[in-house]
């Protein structure tokens, strides 16, 4: 006991063993949702599902090898994170790069070739990190930018549970309307799944705003049973014979609960996206994850610092380089294991507040991750309409920030909604940061403020110009660039 407290240096830190125990079982309750999540995100049950999340070659992520992927790397980068870092800071698949991945990347390539480019992700955030210009380029930025990037993303998290839900939909070119997307179908809630899903978020919202611990998951859970409630009256049946029906797993009760987990996907990446592609292309994707991942992680680890009372008086955490070089770690382990880029989680907040403040509470997490993945028969019952609800709920948890953008100042205020909702409009989160950083070097130079940006804000937003130009490029030159 001895050597944990001194390993961890819990009586520096002002904690003792059960606090940390306790806090790292709250971390886990509070973000285990990410193993339900995360698999109906990547995976599907059936390629011939019509949600199916297939590839360029029409192959899928079966839910089952997804969900076991996702407890592994988030018990072993969590371990990881508070052996080197001593933080309380948990580590699982990151929302938002998962769904950038099915939406965008795979369906121009296949899922190893998609997986291969989160590792070179991964492989240049830690280079980033180790060098120094992570951190550089974190401090360049401006804080309504990276209050803005976090809304974005909520927002675009929102409008995936929404649309997989079925609650919003695209309206096909044959309505002749205007309107893109509609209520529901013919305007209407119109099916028993989306009936689920806005009692599931209705439920799931009562108990977040009353303060429940993993309300979150508790959302889920008590959704999925409705599900199945619903599914033994009415035999709504899959959508793959029922317009109405179930998007992708019908809710039924398992034959079991535990088995061993199936780990195939565990170094299923290839580097074949350079040769179906033209690297330009490939590069371009790149960039893409790369600006999506740099950004968050750095902002969750200080409001968490802040909360934990670790950050020093020049408002840095302990052990920040180590930690910023785990964390993109995290998307190389997540990379080979086919679970996607893994990052912090806000939802260590949890755990923190029960009393952790090392990485012994990490070591709790992690191994309650490692232990989740026998239970990967549970995870296949829960329907998408039932998982989205925790879509929508983390969206508005996150676009609470945009309080903290000073809406009155007009340079920097309009860049902030650009990047807000240039996101969920394009499906795109490296195309609203984009637009908010090009936006405001533009207004900071046309208003007199040019001297004030950061040189490293006008070399990012010179590198997104180059984003946005390809296509207009190849469209010029013929395709020949």
Do not use: C
């Not at 992520?61 to 800071?89: H, K, R």
């Not at 990446?269 to 790149?286: E, K, M, Y």
């Not at 755990?351 to 549970?378: K, Y």
């Not at 409009?425 to 405001?440: H, K």
Request: proline letters at 5%; glycine letters at 12%.
């Amino acid at each position: 006991m001895r050597v944990i407290e001194r390993f961890f240096r819990l009586a520096e830190r002002g904690s003792t063993v059960p606090r940390e125990l306790r806090g790292g079982l709250v971390t886990f309750v509070t973000m285990s949702y990410i193993i339900v999540l995360n698999p109906l995100i990547l995976g599907s049950f059936s390629a011939a599902d019509p949600g199916a999340k297939t590839d360029a070659l029409g192959a899928i992520l079966p839910v089952p090898q997804v969900a076991a992927v996702t407890a592994l790397v988030a018990g072993l980068m969590t371990i990881l994170f508070g052996l080197v870092a001593n933080l309380p800071f948990a580590i699982a698949t990151g929302l938002g790069i998962n769904t950038l991945l099915a939406v965008t990347i795979a369906p121009l390539m296949s899922w190893p070739e998609a997986m291969g480019l989160v590792v070179i992700d991964g492989v240049v955030i830690v280079l980033l990190a180790a060098s120094g210009f992570r951190t550089a380029v974190f401090n360049a930025v401006p804080a309504e930018l990276k209050t803005a990037i976090a809304v974005g993303i909520g927002l675009f998290i929102a409008l995936i549970g929404l649309v997989d839900a079925g609650f919003v939909t695209r309206l096909p070119d044959a309505a002749n309307t205007t309107v893109p997307v509609g209520l529901g179908i013919s305007g209407s809630i119109g099916s028993w799944p989306t009936f689920v899903f806005v009692i599931g978020l209705l439920i799931t919202g009562v108990l977040v705003a009353r303060g429940v611990r993993a309300g979150i998951l508790v959302g889920v859970l008590v959704t999925t049973v409705i599900a199945i409630i619903v599914e033994s009256i009415a035999h709504v049946g899959s959508a793959a014979t029922n317009p109405r029906g179930w998007s992708l797993a019908v809710p039924t009760l398992p034959d079991r609960v535990v088995e061993l987990p199936d780990l195939s996907l565990v170094g299923n990446v290839s580097l074949g996206a350079f040769t179906r592609l033209d690297t330009l292309t490939v590069v371009l994707l790149v960039f893409t994850l790369v600006l999506a991942n740099f950004f968050d992680a750095m902002g969750t680890m200080t409001g968490l610092g802040r909360q934990a009372g670790l950050v020093n008086r020049d408002g840095q955490l302990p052990n920040i380089g180590r930690a910023l070089v785990v964390e993109g770690a995290g998307a190389i382990a997540g990379g080979a294991a086919s679970a996607s880029s893994n990052t912090v989680f806000v939802e260590s907040a949890a755990g923190i507040a029960e009393g952790a403040r090392t990485g012994l509470a990490n070591i709790v997490t992690g191994l309650l991750f490692l232990a989740a993945m026998f239970f990967t028969p549970l995870y296949s019952i829960v329907p998408v309409e039932a998982a989205a609800p925790a879509l929508v709920i983390v969206g508005a948890l996150m676009f609470r920030q945009v309080a903290e953008i000073d809406l009155t100042e007009l340079r920097s205020a309009i860049p902030a909604f650009l990047t807000i909702v240039v996101m969920p409009f394009t499906y795109s989160i490296a195309n609203g940061i984009g637009a908010g950083f090009i936006s405001y070097v533009v207004l900071a130079a046309a208003t007199g403020g040019a001297r004030k940006v950061h040189p490293l804000m006008w070399v990012v937003a010179i590198a997104f110009v180059g984003y946005f130009a390809v296509g207009p490029i190849r469209s010029l030159t013929g395709g020949s660039l």
